[in-house]
């Protein structure tokens, strides 16, 4: 099982990218994707993830209307656009696919989660780094 990130580059702010997923040994729309970030010397944070059962995608507050998640089954590709770039921005970005994780609304100890935590992915890609210049 591969998943293979790519698509990261070099951008000034506002600009825009599309992040690509695609998987090898696995039938992506049988998994929930998710997309993490991490930055240097921050932790590991989620950007978004698609449902296995409805296709609904699911984001972090910050990234609400800037960035948009599609998956495209007859390539086996799940796809990140991120719009209106900015400096914050900037980190190596992972694609994940988990048979069992929780993407979408799941109320755990006591708030609304709607992001997958990492431990429920069953394979990472490598990263791709995006870089945002101000």
């Known amino acids: 099982v591969q998943l293979q990130a790519s698509g990261g580059g070099l951008v000034q702010a506002g600009g825009s990218l599309r992040l690509s997923c695609t998987a090898s040994?696995?039938?992506?729309?049988?998994?929930?994707i998710g997309w993490y970030r991490q930055a240097p010397g921050k932790e590991r944070e989620g950007v978004s993830c698609?449902?296995?059962?409805?296709?609904?995608?699911y984001y972090e507050d910050s990234m609400k209307g800037r960035f948009t998640m599609t998956r495209d089954n007859a390539k086996n590709t799940v796809y990140l656009q991120m719009i209106s770039l900015r400096p914050e921005d900037t980190a190596i970005y992972y694609c994940a696919a988990g048979l069992m994780a929780l993407c979408g609304p799941t109320y755990l100890s006591g708030t609304w989660e709607y992001l997958p935590r990492p431990y429920e992915f069953n394979y990472w890609g490598q990263g791709t780094q995006v870089t945002v210049s101000s």
């Open positions: 040994g696995v039938t992506l729309d049988d998994y929930v």
């Open positions: 698609i449902s296995k059962s409805d296709g609904r995608t």
